[in-house]
């Protein structure tokens, strides 16, 4: 199991006073920071566990396996230290780190996975679920079909272009929707929790507002990252249009047999349509989206889209991942998006950040500054375009494995000196300053 975003939630009245300098957040707004197991436990081979598509991938070994039973005890001591301490647990129950075993078998291309997951995920509701009252299924379904399972970056690190991602996707829906039926039926009744599942989008924006075929590229940028999963989960069980006409078309060209982008029975759609209790988006980075015309005769992913992303040299990038182009303002546009395109949600932002790279100050004035202007874009989303978000967290509480940028890469509200054994921790300025916007349930002017 991924443990979870914690959060913690705070009261103060929800006056808005027009200045995002020094504005309340709602009442009861969740602020939390996000972890995940494989990027802060160690441990790879303790008690017994399995490999994992991840120790595969980087070459070490082990993932813990939910029949043993040091697994239980150990997820049961996190979520009563985190309840004990007044921090809601929200627990994701896959963070990138399928069992080798189960890749071995198809992993997330294999429909076999559906019941699997069903199964794990009932076993995590049925022994956690009295006290976890908010759980994610997936984390980040889009980087595992586009970067694992196409781009082979990411673990499993299968290349094969054009079919990959959207198969694996696919799979990833229905055992999402397959879990989201069993809380539903099973579980809610007594224990009165939510379930979702975390998406990720970059914000896109076309590079020649005037174009309109950069307008149309940057709808597809959206379609093929954030509605691919959205539209099938919180509209109609199916995926978007343009998705599917697009693919057509090139898989047509293509002289492929059929779509490439596989169909859902008229069932599937019924079973997968409206299954999440609330929408939890992960952003990092906006990117400027050009059109491309697709003329290749190689399948892939990428090129369907017929759309391009650029960066603009003028965004500041975060020093320890370059793909981070720091845009505060995307994420407001994220969130309106998400309210105009899917009916109005309840929205956690369950991931945001910026990472630092080696030597990281701990006086990482300019990675708060950053943080400040996010905290600000997000008032504005709530009070001026009435986004009903009711939780922010960052990513991530401790500096961790960054997955192919392993340790160099410093996305933590806590240094961690990975050189001691001891692992210390210290808090970088950026957590102190967090603390106090928690205390205060939203910025103040000095911030
Ligand atoms: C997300 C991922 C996290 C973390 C973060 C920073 O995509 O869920 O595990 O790595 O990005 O890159």
Redesign the pocket.
């Known amino acids: 199991m991924a443990t979870a975003p914690s959060a913690t939630t705070s009261t103060s009245p929800a006056v808005y006073d027009c200045n995002p300098e020094s504005a309340s957040f709602p009442e009861q707004f969740a602020w939390g920071a996000?972890t995940?197991a494989y990027?802060i436990e160690g441990g790879w081979d303790a008690d017994g566990k399995g490999l994992n598509v991840w120790d595969t991938f980087t070459h070490q070994g082990g993932d813990r396996v939910f029949k043993n039973h040091t697994g239980v005890d150990y997820y049961d001591k996190v979520i009563d230290g985190l309840l004990a301490n007044r921090v809601t647990p929200v627990v994701t129950l896959y963070?990138?780190d399928l069992p080798q075993h189960l890749e071995d078998q198809g992993g997330w291309r294999s429909g076999a996975i559906v019941e699997t997951f069903d199964a794990y995920a009932q076993f995590c509701f049925r022994t956690f679920g009295d006290r976890v009252k908010l759980w994610l299924t997936i984390?980040?379904p889009y980087?595992v079909a586009a970067l694992g399972y196409e781009k082979g970056i990411m673990a499993p690190g299968v290349t094969e272009p054009g079919t990959g991602a959207y198969l694996a996707a696919h799979n990833m829906i229905k055992a999402h929707a397959a879990a989201w039926h069993s809380y539903d039926k099973l579980f809610r009744e007594k224990q009165g929790g939510l379930v979702s599942i975390?998406l990720?989008s970059d914000w896109a924006e076309p590079s020649d507002p005037n174009s309109p075929a950069d307008q149309e590229a940057a709808k597809r940028h959206m379609a093929f990252c954030l509605d691919w999963f959205a539209a099938p989960i919180f509209l109609d069980g199916d995926y978007p249009a343009i998705m599917k006409s697009k693919i057509s078309a090139v898989s047509k060209r293509q002289n492929c047999p059929s779509s490439r982008l596989p169909e859902f029975t008229s069932e599937e759609r019924m079973m997968i349509k409206s299954t999440a209790d609330f929408f939890s988006i992960?952003y990092?980075t906006t990117r400027k989206i050009k059109h491309q015309d697709n003329t290749s005769c190689q399948p892939s992913f990428f090129s369907d889209q017929e759309a391009v992303q650029v960066m603009d040299p003028s965004w500041p990038v975060a020093s320890g991942?370059s793909w981070?182009a720091v845009v505060p303002w995307g994420l407001r546009k994220l969130l309106k998006y998400i309210k105009d395109t899917y009916n109005h949600p309840v929205i956690y932002i369950t991931?945001n950040?910026f990472?630092q790279s080696d030597p990281a100050p701990l006086g990482d004035t300019q990675r708060w500054e950053y943080f400040r202007q996010t905290l600000q874009e997000i008032l504005k989303a709530i009070y001026i375009d009435d986004v009903h978000l009711k939780g922010y967290f960052v990513?991530?509480l401790l500096d961790?494995f960054?997955?192919i940028?392993g340790y160099s890469?410093r996305?933590g509200l806590f240094f961690v000196d990975f050189e001691d054994p001891a692992l210390p921790r210290i808090p970088y300025k950026s957590a102190t300053e967090y603390a106090k916007v928690i205390a205060n349930n939203g910025l103040i002017k000095s911030d």
Do not use: I, T
């Open positions: 996000a995940a990027q963070h990138f984390n980040e980087v975390a990720n992960n990092y991942s981070l991931e950040g990472s990513w991530s961790n960054e997955w940028s890469s996305f």
